[in-house]
């Protein structure tokens, strides 16, 4: 059901590789929910094609873009700008990738040309945007700007390796950029911290069957799932929230304000 939450919002949402894609699942809802956009991925995602069956069926056009490739990135504002026919009102920022964690080197054994180059897909990304939009003053005012993290930047989850150093200082953008975002333009910037989700990205983590497992178990409500994830993300793309900014947003269930859950407990208790 619609209820025209982004009626008259023009966005350019990053990152949707297949349908399990957080990016794919909220292009679904924004359309649904009368936004125009342009959908945006790295030139070797477009190779796999899926894409343009997401812009049909959402009527939008694709611009590739690598999101650590200053130009590349200009020329997807400028041309945001013209196809949509006017600024842009939200941005979702959901791209993440650790060559150290696809080759499987341990996080005491990086290679330093992987992190790096992970640091700039996964964190940098977002400044190299954000400084883009903010340069080219290409964001309406009470715009917002979305994108998409993980527990893991505050706690220890061992397998989510380099990502969760890339995670902490993606949520330091937000914060950062939020600051000047808001004094200058009045835009937000936010990050949404989700539950372990079944997308490429999401399987590519070691032992990815056991903790989203046991975070189902520990949160009261389940884990938020790439739908759920998509409707919250819509939510903070509509006018409902102008005043939410500078915020990391915990979307998991509950899991983050839990100790330890009975179900979770059951599986340690010894029979009387
Ligand atoms: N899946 C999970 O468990 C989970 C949990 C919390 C947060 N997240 C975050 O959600 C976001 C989206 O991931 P997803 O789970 O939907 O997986 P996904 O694999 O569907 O999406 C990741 C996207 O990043 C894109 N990308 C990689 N390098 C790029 C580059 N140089 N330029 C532009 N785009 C590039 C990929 O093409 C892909 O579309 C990521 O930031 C991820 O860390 C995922």
């Known amino acids: 059901m619609s209820h025209n939450l982004l009626k008259g919002k023009r966005g350019i949402i990053f990152g949707a590789l297949d349908e399990n894609s957080i990016a794919w699942k909220t292009a679904v809802k924004a359309h649904e929910e009368g936004a125009v956009f342009v959908l945006s991925n790295a030139p070797i995602a477009m190779r796999m094609g899926q894409i343009n069956e997401l812009a049909e069926k959402t009527g939008s056009q694709i611009i590739p873009a690598d999101a650590t490739n200053i130009e590349d990135l200009e020329n997807l504002v400028d041309q945001a700008v013209e196809i949509l026919g006017g600024k842009i009102d939200f941005v979702l920022h959901s791209i993440g990738m650790s060559i150290n964690v696809r080759k499987g080197r341990h996080y005491t054994d990086q290679n330093y040309d992987f992190t790096q180059k992970g640091w700039d897909v996964s964190a940098l990304s977002f400044h190299k945007v954000c400084q883009t939009l903010y340069k080219k003053d290409a964001m309406n005012q009470w715009g917002s700007i979305v994108a998409l993290t993980y527990m893991a930047a505050q706690r220890v989850f061992p397998d989510y390796n380099d990502m969760a150093d890339n995670k902490a ?14 004094k200058d333009k009045n835009v937000r910037v936010n990050t949404i911290s989700q539950s372990p989700t079944p997308t490429t990205a999401g399987k590519g983590v070691k032992g990815f069957d056991g903790f989203i497992a046991y975070a189902e178990k520990m949160s009261p409500l389940g884990n938020a799932s790439a739908q759920d994830c998509a409707n ?41």
């Open 232 to 272: 919250y993300t819509v939510s903070l793309f509509s006018d409902f929230t102008r005043k939410v900014t500078m915020q990391n947003l915990y979307h998991d269930g509950g899991f983050t304000s839990t100790g330890v859950s009975n179900d979770v407990m059951e599986k340690f208790m010894k029979e009387d």
């Open 169 to 182: 200082y993606l949520e330091s953008i937000a914060r950062s950029f939020g600051y000047y975002f808001g």
